[in-house]
C-alpha cells in the first residue's frame, strides 16, 4: 500500500504555518485531554489537534478494520496492536479529509466542532502504556568519550560494542510526558577522595539526548525476528531525555549496569511520528568495521536525518542552546537493535519503547549530554546570563527539539521538554 499521506504537494485546510512541525505531511499519533475533560486519542495539523474517535464514530473510518473502541482508550497501546497495514491506511485517510480539495469533511462545520480542538484547549498525557522499557547505547561517538572520560583514551569502546548493540532494561514506571517537572533525585554517591559513600541528593544531574522507538507486537516468546522484517514493528519515534545522576550512577553501576541513577525520570515527547511519515529522510548509516554477525546486516539505507537540539533555560532567563546532534549518528539503527533484542527470543510488545542511547555527533558542539559537554565538569559552559554550568542546577529546564528537513517539507516532533525542581 502507497503513502499517500506523504505527498510533498499536499495544502491542508486548515491553516499550517511555514515553520510548523505538524504539516499535513506529518499525521503523527499521541492522547489528549479536552477541555471537556475527555481523554481521546489524536492527531494534529498545524495548531490543530484532531479527535480520532469522534472521526471514527461519525464514520470516517468505516471501511478501514478498526476495532470499534480503538480510539476510546486512553493509550495507543491496542491501535498499534492492529499493525502497519492499519497505521497506514488511517494516516492515508485523515490527510485525504483535511486536503484542501477535500470538502468531505471541510464543509461539515457541526462534524469539525466534533473533531477538532484547538491545541491550546487540549493537555498532552503520555501516548502509549509502556509495558517495557530498552536504553541502548548505540552512539560510538558517545561511547568513545565516555570511554575516554572514565578509562583508558586508546581502549575506550569495549571489546563487544562493535559487535552487538549493547542495551540494558530500564524502568518504564518513570517515564513522563513534556511537562511534567521532575525532582533532583536522592541516592549514594562515593566523592572523589572519600574513603566511604554518602547518601543525599545527586550533585550531577545529567540530560541525556536520545529517541525512542515505539514497537507493536513483534514475536511470540522464544521466536527471532529477521533484519530485513523489523522495521514492519515500528510504530515510529519520539524525542527523549533519559535523565541520568551521573554521581549515583558511578557508584552503582558495577557489576549489573545503571540502576538509580537513571530510573528516577524519563522525559518524552507526546507526539509519536511515525515511521511512515520519516520515509523521505531516509540515510544511510554510519559503516560498520567490522562487519556484523549475518542476523544484524543491512543494505540500502537505515537511518534517518533527524536533527537534535537542547536548550539549558534557567529560571526567569532564556533558552540556550547546548548542542546540535542527528539522529543520523547512530552506529546501530533502530532496525539492527530491534533484531538483536529478540536474538535470544525475547518476546517485545504493543507499546514496547526502546531508547536509541545518548545521541552524540563528532564535534564538541554536537555532544548529547554535559558529561560531554563539560568533559566531566573541567570545561563549564557558560549561559547568556553570566551563569556556568557544569551539569543541570535546579529550576533549569532542559528542552530538546528534533526536525527533519528537504527542500519539499519540514517534520517535527514538537518539544521533549521539563524542569529539575529541588530535592524532596
Avoid at 533484542?341 to 536509541?356: K, L
Wanted: proline share 6%.
Amino acid at each position: 500500500m502507497q503513502i499517500t499521506a506523504n505527498n510533498p504537494s499536499r495544502k491542508s485546510w486548515l491553516e499550517v504555518s511555514s515553520n510548523s512541525d505538524f504539516p499535513i505531511q506529518n499525521i503523527p499519533f499521541g492522547v489528549f485531554l479536552t477541555k471537556d475533560n475527555v481523554m481521546t486519542i489524536g492527531s494534529r495539523i498545524g495548531e490543530y489537534a484532531i479527535d480520532l474517535s469522534a472521526l471514527h464514530q461519525l464514520g470516517y473510518f468505516k471501511d478501514i478494520e478498526l476495532v470499534d473502541d480503538v480510539f476510546l482508550q486512553d493509550r495507543l497501546n491496542d491501535f498499534i496492536a492492529h499493525g502497519k497495514g492499519i497505521w497506514r491506511q488511517v494516516r492515508n485517510r485523515i490527510a485525504d479529509l483535511f486536503d484542501i480539495e477535500n470538502a468531505k469533511l471541510q464543509n461539515k462545520k457541526k462534524h469539525r466542532n466534533q473533531i477538532i480542538y484547538d491545541v491550546q484547549d487540549i493537555e498532552m498525557h503520555l501516548p502509549v502504556n509502556v509495558g517495557d522499557y530498552t536504553d541502548f547505547y548505540s552512539s560510538k561517538e558517545h561511547a568513545t568519550n565516555v570511554g575516554t572520560i572514565f578509562r583508558d583514551p586508546d581502549n575506550a569502546l569495549l571489546p563487544n560494542w562493535l559487535h552487538l548493540p549493547v542495551g540494558y532494561h530500564g524502568r518504564s514506571s518513570s517515564i513522563v510526558p513534556t511537562g511534567k517537572n521532575i525532582h533532583r533525585p536522592y541516592g549514594q554517591s562515593k566523592p572523589a577522595g572519600a574513603e566511604k559513600p554518602v547518601f543525599g541528593p545527586s550533585k550531577l544531574v545529567d540530560f541525556e539526548l536520545e529517541m525512542a522507538f515505539i514497537t507493536t507486537d513483534v514475536n511470540k516468546l522464544g521466536e527471532r525476528i529477521a533484519i530485513e522484517n523489523a522495521e514492519d514493528y515500528i510504530f515510529g519515534l519520539v524525542l527523549f531525555n533519559d535523565w541520568s545522576a551521573r554521581d549515583i550512577q558511578a557508584w552503582e553501576y558495577v557489576p549489573l549496569g545503571p540502576f538509580l541513577g537513571k530510573s528516577f525520570a524519563s522525559t518524552i515527547s507526546p507526539w509519536i511520528v511515525t515511521l511512515d511519515a520519516l520515509e523521505p529522510f531516509r540515510i544511510e548509516s554510519p559503516k560498520q568495521d567490522p562487519k556484523p554477525f549475518e542476523y544484524l546486516q543491512q543494505i540500502g539505507a537505515n537511518s534517518f536525518d533527524i536533527q537534535l537540539e537542547t536548550f539549558i533555560k534557567p529560571e526567569n532567563s532564556d533558552e540556550n542552546l547546548v548542542t546540535k546532534s542527528n539522529f543520523k549518528y547512530m552506529y546501530w539503527t533502530m532496525a539492527q537493535q530491534l533484531t538483536h533484542h529478540t536474538s535470544n527470543g525475547c518476546n517485545v510488545r504493543a507499546g514496547d519503547m526502546m531508547g536509541s542511547g545518548t545521541i552524540s555527533g563528532p564535534t564538541p558542539d554536537s555532544y548529547g549530554s554535559m558529561l560531554e559537554l563539560s568533559w566531566r565538569g573541567t570545561k563549564p559552559i557558560k549561559l547568556s546570563d553570566g551563569s556556568e554550568r557544569k551539569f543541570i542546577n535546579d529550576n533549569d529546564t532542559v528542552i530538546m527539539r528534533g526536525t527533519c528537513k528537504n527542500k519539499d517539507v519540514k517534520i517535527g516532533f514538537g518539544e521533549c521538554s521539563s524542569k529539575l525542581l529541588p530535592a524532596l
